[in-house]
């Protein structure tokens, strides 16, 4: 017979390895969880992340920065975070999306609480726009209810059709809950070419009259940003009733890209790839790229989204 007390050891074991291994901390080192409430991102290190990984766009990082810590650190949002990124393609916008969901949720676009839709091929067909509406919103409420804090990135809404994203207003909006559900802990983020070309204009008069590209502030493009993207009729936000509403809390526009910025970006792939960093290597690869204006080529006219492929014909070297 066993003895009462090696029963009610044996017994108090098993129950606190049960409760144990049952801990939320413990699954989920090593089952993807949404993060519990109160847990926050590392400042610091999303801080190095955006100076070591995105070049010559001050304005993005610091905007970026601010907003996605202010808004994570509060523990009672009035609305999810929206965010809409526009510049030209090869200035960092996809990139910075990544880097964000990555500090969010650490398997970044792998994440089952990260999801990127495509406008091209996710809302191909003009003619099915109350489809996608009504597809889109049942998918928005599905993944919210299962993790609060789910980021949307919308990919190419230069290239959406204007109306689909408007079925997403109502989650955006300044309510607490909507059909039982709370968005406001969620994240969405537009990346979008419209704009590019009021943003590199401005860039250029900025370096025509002398003055420094860093001095340039959120103040002196958002305006026309909003507008000029409100009346874009070729943009998926063309009298969108998001602007019109003021659910957008900023219009981050990316810089064209320089010279030197490109060099970065070629010296950062090869550090990526495991190479020694030749800067022969270097300007061969910033001088085979093509530089607006025509005179004056300052800015490149892919920003940085050809380096790998350039970098590739360099390989041998």
Not at 261 to 280: I, T, W
Not at 286 to 295: R, W
Request: proline share 5%; with cysteine.
């Amino acid at each position: 017979a066993l003895e009462p007390l090696s029963v009610g050891l044996a017994i108090g074991l098993a129950s606190a390895l049960t409760g144990y291994l049952s801990h939320p901390r413990f699954y989920c080192r090593y089952v993807e969880c949404c993060p519990w409430a109160g847990q926050r991102l590392n400042a610091t290190e999303l801080k190095a992340e955006l100076d070591n990984r995105l070049f010559g766009q001050h304005l993005a990082k610091d905007v970026v920065l601010k907003a996605v810590l202010g808004f994570t650190n509060n523990p009672k949002p009035k609305k999810p975070l929206m965010l809409s990124l526009h510049g030209w393609a090869g200035t960092g916008k996809n990139f910075l999306s990544q880097i964000l969901a990555e500090n969010v949720h650490p398997a970044g676009l792998r994440s089952k609480f990260v999801h990127l839709f495509l406008a091209t091929l996710h809302f191909p067909h003009h003619d099915q726009v109350k489809l996608y509406k009504e597809q889109l919103q049942n998918w928005i409420r599905g993944n919210v209810s299962a993790c609060p804090s789910s980021v949307f990135i919308f990919d190419e809404m230069d290239k959406m059709h204007p109306g689909v994203i408007d079925a997403i207003k109502p989650f955006l909006d300044y309510y607490e809950e909507v059909d039982g559900v709370s968005y406001r802990k969620a994240i969405f983020i537009f990346l979008s070419n419209a704009g590019g070309d009021l943003i590199n204009k401005a860039a250029l008069d900025f370096w025509t009259s002398g003055k420094r590209r860093e001095d340039i502030q959120l103040k002196d493009l958002e305006p026309i940003l909003s507008v000029g993207v409100f009346n874009n009729k070729n943009s998926g936000l063309w009298h969108s009733s998001i602007i019109d509403r003021n659910l957008i809390d900023y219009f981050v526009p990316f810089l064209p890209l320089e010279h030197r910025h490109v060099k970065m970006c070629v010296r950062a792939e090869m550090a990526a790839r495991g190479y020694v960093v030749d800067e022969e290597v270097v300007q061969a690869v910033a001088d085979e790229m093509t530089y607006f204006p025509k005179e004056q080529k300052i800015y490149s006219d892919k920003g940085c989204k050809t380096v790998q492929a350039k970098l590739d014909i360099h390989e041998d070297l």
